[in-house]
């Protein structure tokens, strides 16, 4: 069966350092998104991208964020200087038309020092 | 703005009681609500979507009913397990294609 995919798995990074995290949506999916866990918070989204452009951004997805679809298959989150509150584990997730099952992966856990 | 509560935030059966877990939502202008699993440290496993036409949808021992103008659904899980112990969350769809999650419950079924 088709899943997500997501690497790398954790990572651990430094205050201020550049962080990119991959996804592999479901090959014939056409609507991206991230979103992230704060350790014992709610799922929040982030970001959606259709047609390679972003459709719609949270408050939290501010300059320090952006997002790439740099070929046919990977989609890209990067914080351009990590802070310590972006600590979360970051899922990716894809669907086939808007309003169908968003299917998630397993997710990264990044930890900022 | 969209609010998603689920309660209990946590809840312990014993193996083959029937689980019933609840989500309520503040703007009822939804397109669908789904239900999700969720093991400690993992991913998020879809396991009903809920059109906002729809009252109820059903897998196996799940059934998930949804009142839209009430803003309520219900997850039922019959017949429990112990593998069935995970945190279940629901999500609603509204205008846009993100995901609003509540907070989730987390299911305990002993053996």
């Known amino acids: 069966e088709p899943e997500v995919t997501q690497t790398p798995s954790h990572q651990v990074t430094q205050m201020g350092q550049e962080v990119i995290l991959r996804c592999v949506p479901i090959s014939n999916h056409l609507y991206f998104y991230w979103y992230r866990q704060i350790l014992g918070q709610k799922v929040e989204f982030l970001v959606s991208?259709?047609?390679?452009?972003?459709?719609?951004k949270s408050e939290i997805f501010d300059d320090q964020f952006s997002v790439e679809r740099p070929d046919g298959s990977n989609f890209t989150l990067k914080i351009r200087s990590t802070k310590l509150e972006d600590s979360a584990m970051y899922f990716c997730?894809?669907?086939?038309?808007?309003?169908?099952?968003?299917?998630f992966g397993p997710g990264t856990r990044l930890l900022v020092l | 703005k969209q609010e998603v509560t689920q309660i209990p935030a946590a809840l312990s059966v014993p193996e083959g009681e029937n689980l019933v877990l609840n989500c309520s939502f503040t703007d009822s202008a939804i397109y669908n609500l789904q239900w999700f699993r969720q093991d400690p440290g993992k991913g998020l496993t879809s396991l009903l979507l809920i059109q906002s036409s729809q009252r109820e949808q059903t897998s196996g021992r799940l059934n998930a009913s949804l009142d839209k103008s009430s803003g309520r659904s219900t997850l039922y899980i019959a017949a429990s397990q112990p593998g069935d112990s995970a945190t279940y969350l629901c999500?609603?769809?509204?205008?846009?294609?993100?995901?609003?999650f509540g907070g989730g419950t987390r299911v305990l079924v002993k053996p």
């Open positions: 999500a609603v769809q509204a205008a846009g294609n993100k995901l609003t």
């Open positions: 997730a894809s669907n086939g038309q808007a309003e169908e099952t968003q299917y």
């Open positions: 991208f259709y047609n390679n452009e972003i459709s719609e």
